[in-house]
């Protein structure tokens, strides 16, 4: 029995639990179920919030955007209106210029026809005037308009010298506002080429003895001279001396220094000439880049291609008129830096420019052509920019100066070569420049005499006043000036002085 109660107990205590935990079981389901219906509501009910948040915000955004859009809308509605408007007014600005047009040639058509017909009215009037004044003055038609002619002629040559005259003082007054381009102006003349070059070279020797040991057996001696050097050796009556001649002047110094070096030796025969030629080469050689070297260091240049300095060295042997080429070259790098540095332009443009522009006188025994061409060729040869090559080409007239610089290098050449000793020329060409400097005054109509002063840089006219008036003596004095420029060649300018004097004289008795 006892056994039979324990299972009892035991089966009844089971029974319990299994209700107590069936009881736990559905209370903790329970419990989950209401929280996750209480989740899921709280779920639904952010979602619902947030739903209605996001809708009132795509609205707001929606409402945004609409109000955006109306104000761009409203904003363009503003400029096609401005548009139509502008485009409305030029419209009927354009018909009323097309009205304006159409009226001025209604009025220009019948002014037209009023011309015509007063043309014709005066034309009928002149020539009624005309044969009245041919009854009345009892001249023909040719004859009268001979003296109209003359008459007008004096008011036109009275006119014209005022106008000179106006023209003359309105250059003064305007002469210090406009300096830069009255200047650039003014230095336009060009210095004339001049082709006399000294070509000779003479070598004093000790005595006349020498002469027949510079010629030797049979010319040998001279022949073998001049066949080593390329020069003329010429040995006449002149006591004491030797010539040499030749138109490049570095072999002619290279033969004078051969010469000097036998003389001074007394071993003259041809395995010596040949010896002390060889050595005179390499003293001018060095004489030449000494010279270039000097040259380009004394005017500050830089950048110069090792050819073109030897070329520029070479100028030391080449004179014009008696002036050094080289020294010229140094004297117009450093007038064109002055005057450059003046007007405001580029002051080492003009230096190089002026140191480089006579460069084709080293070379032109070697090459056919005007030395400015030649030297405008080998500066572009050896790497020199355009504007230099322009000054170059420019500085006689070769081509039209296009720039300041090459203005002012023309001047600069002018400048040096006329400036009183700088150049000198012979007796015989100095004398007809003069007499064709007179001539060409005494040739116009009125002139009595002519005087040419100051070494041919200033001609003085004395006119025949009762042929001439004061105001046609303005008018010749520049026509004289114009006939000068265009016919005529000379370093710097020519002043000319036009003088009309009337005199009365009377005699007491």
């Known amino acids: 029995m006892t056994g039979v109660y324990i299972a009892a107990s035991l089966l009844l205590g089971a029974l319990i639990g299994f209700a107590v ?22 779920a639904t009910k952010d979602a619902e919030t947030t739903k209605k948040e996001m809708l009132l ?40 210029r097309a009205e304006s047009l159409d009226k001025r040639d209604h009025q220009l058509a019948s002014q037209s026809g009023q011309v015509a017909k007063r043309e014709r009215d005066l034309e009928e009037a002149i020539a009624e005037e005309k044969a ?9 038609t040719d004859q009268a308009r001979t003296v109209l002619l003359d008459r007008v002629k004096e008011d036109v040559t009275h006119d014209a010298a005022v106008i000179i ?24 003349r060009v210095a004339a080429d001049h082709t006399a070059e000294s070509t000779v070279s003479v070598v004093h020797i000790p005595s006349d003895d020498l002469k027949g040991r ?71 050689d060095q004489q030449i880049h000494e010279a270039g070297d000097q040259a380009v260091f004394d005017t500050g240049i830089h950048g110069l291609h090792a050819d073109l300095v030897k070329t520029l060295g070479r100028l030391r042997f080449r004179t014009s008129y008696g002036q050094n080429v080289l020294k010229h070259s140094l004297e117009v790098s450093h007038l064109a830096g002055v005057v450059a540095a003046e007007l405001g332009a580029d002051v080492k443009l003009a230096r190089r420019a002026g140191l480089l522009h006579d460069i084709g006188k080293a070379i032109d025994h070697e090459v056919e052509g005007p030395h400015a061409v030649i030297g405008a060729d080998l500066a572009r040869r050896l790497g020199e920019s355009k504007d230099i090559l322009h000054c170059i080409e420019a500085h006689h007239g070769d081509v039209e100066p296009q720039t300041v610089e090459a203005v002012i290098v023309q001047a600069a050449d002018a400048i040096s070569a006329s400036r009183p000793g700088a150049r000198r020329e012979t007796l015989e060409s100095y004398i007809k420049r003069l007499e064709k400097l007179e001539q060409l005054a005494e040739a116009h109509k009125g002139v009595e005499k002519s005087y040419a002063m100051q070494a041919g840089r200033e001609i003085r006219v004395m006119v025949k006043p009762e042929e001439i008036t004061d105001a046609e003596s303005v008018v010749l004095a520049r026509d004289i000036a114009k006939q000068i420029e265009d016919e005529l060649q000379y370093p710097g300018q020519i002043k000319v002085m036009v003088i009309r004097e009337s005199r009365a004289v009377e005699y007491a008795k």
């Open 214 to 284: 510079i010629i030797g057996r049979e010319g040998r001696n001279i022949r073998a001279f001049e066949q080593a050097t390329g020069i003329n050796l010429i040995i006449d009556d002149t006591p004491e001396a030797v010539i040499l001649s030749s138109f490049d002047p570095v072999r002619r110094e290279v033969g004078r220094i051969t010469l000097e070096s036998l003389i001074a030796d007394g071993r003259i025969h041809p395995a010596r000439i040949e010896e002390m030629f060889e050595k005179a080469q390499s003293i001018v």
């Open 21 to 42: 935990h069936r009881f736990v079981v559905a209370d903790k389901i329970n419990r989950s179920r209401e929280s996750a219906e209480r989740l899921i509501a709280e």
């Open 132 to 140: 009245r004044l041919e009854s009345l003055a009892g001249m023909s």
């Open 165 to 188: 005259r106006d023209a003359e003082q309105r250059a003064r007054e305007e002469a210090d506002r406009k300096a830069r381009n009255i200047v650039g102006i003014a230095i336009q």
């Open 57 to 96: 915000e795509a609205k707001d955004e929606i409402f945004h955007l609409k109000a955006t859009a109306d104000e761009e809308m409203k904003e363009r509605r503003k400029e096609l209106t401005a548009l139509e408007n502008r485009l409305m007014q030029r419209e009927e600005s354009l018909e009323r």
